[in-house]
C-alpha cells in the first residue's frame, strides 16, 4: 500500500493529518472532520466565545506552511491524507454558537459536521473557486469558507429554533 505521507517528517505528518486521522482508508477528509468534531465538546467546555473562530483561524495559518512543506516533500497536490483544512474548517462551523449551546446541545456538533461536510465535498457558492487558489493556501482556503458556510447555516438555526 502506497505511503506518500511517510516522504515527510514526523512532525509534518502529524499536524497535516492530524494525528494520523487522514491515514485512515477511503474517506480521509471526513475522518479528519470527525477528529476536529469529536474534540468540539471537550473544547466547549473550556472555552469562551470566539474560542472555536480563534482555533480556526490559527489553524488555518498554521496549516498553510505544514500542508505546503508536505505536498512539496511527497511531491503531490492536496492529497487527501493531508485533513488540517478540514479541521480548520470544521472548527469554524462551531464558530458561529456560543459554546455554552454546544453543551446544553451536544447534538449541534453532529449537524454542524454534516453542514461541514456538504460544503466541503460539493463545494458551491464559490469555495471551488478558493480551492482553485495555488498550492497550500487553495487547500486550506476552501475548507474555511465551507466552515463558514455551515456554522452560518448552524447560526441560523440555532437563533430560529431557541
Avoid: H
Wanted: charged content about 15%; overall charge positive; aromatic content about 16%.
Amino acid at each position: 500500500m502506497n505511503k506518500p505521507w511517510k516522504k515527510t517528517d514526523k512532525f509534518t505528518f502529524l499536524i497535516t493529518t492530524f494525528l494520523g486521522s487522514g491515514t485512515l482508508p477511503k474517506m480521509p477528509g471526513t475522518y479528519g472532520s470527525l477528529a476536529a468534531a469529536l474534540l468540539a465538546y471537550p473544547l466547549a467546555k473550556i472555552s469562551f466565545m470566539g474560542c472555536f473562530a480563534l482555533l480556526a483561524i490559527c489553524v488555518f495559518f498554521l496549516g498553510i506552511p505544514f500542508a505546503k512543506k508536505a505536498m512539496k516533500d511527497t511531491n503531490s497536490e492536496d492529497p487527501g491524507w493531508i485533513v488540517i483544512d478540514e479541521v480548520s474548517g470544521q472548527w469554524m462551523a462551531f464558530a458561529f454558537i456560543a459554546p455554552e449551546i454546544i453543551l446544553q446541545y451536544p447534538w449541534l456538533i453532529l449537524i454542524g459536521f454534516a453542514l461541514f461536510r456538504f460544503f466541503d465535498i460539493l463545494k458551491p457558492l464559490g469555495i471551488k473557486k478558493l480551492e482553485a487558489l495555488p498550492g497550500a493556501l487553495g487547500v486550506m482556503a476552501d475548507d474555511l469558507l465551507g466552515g463558514i458556510y455551515a456554522g452560518l447555516i448552524l447560526f441560523a438555526g440555532v437563533y430560529f429554533i431557541f
